[in-house]
């Protein structure tokens, strides 16, 4: 065995108090301008580590937010054209073109929702008479 397997792994190596005397000897023989300004430098650093971070996530968060609403609004537009109707309407089956333009003129939009109805009514009144 060597002296490296017989030390603890969690001990530092032999040669870091060896540096720590010589730089604490280097310290101590600094004159006081040199330590002055090494003494600002640090707190210098300490300042601007203290500093909390640039909150660079909200204008992320921002931008996120802005492309999920464009997205939707491609994807899921506010107007969307109306649907065709599901029932055929027997007037425009026959032939009806002056019908066709009452049931789809703008001016008729009650009409136009109760196709349903007046189908039915159409189909009663041939099936009674």
């Known amino acids: 065995m060597n002296a490296r397997d017989d030390r603890r ?3 530092p190596p032999e040669w870091t108090a060896q540096a720590r005397e010589l730089l604490d000897a280097s310290a101590d023989a600094l004159d006081g301008a040199t330590a002055s300004r090494l003494n600002r430098a640090r707190q210098r650093a300490l300042a601007a580590r203290a500093r909390p971070a640039r909150r660079w996530w909200l204008p992320a968060g921002a931008a996120t937010m802005a492309s999920v609403l464009l997205a939707l609004v ?4 506010l107007t969307r ?3 065709e109707p599901a029932i055929a309407v027997p007037a425009l089956a026959a032939g009806g073109a002056d019908d066709a333009e009452l049931i789809v003129a703008d001016d008729n939009l009650e009409l136009a929702q109760d196709l349903e109805f007046y189908a039915w009514l159409d189909a009663e009144d041939e099936h009674n008479g």
């Open 9 to 11: 792994d969690d001990a």
């Open 81 to 83: 054209p109306a649907p």
């Open 74 to 77: 491609v994807v899921n537009p």
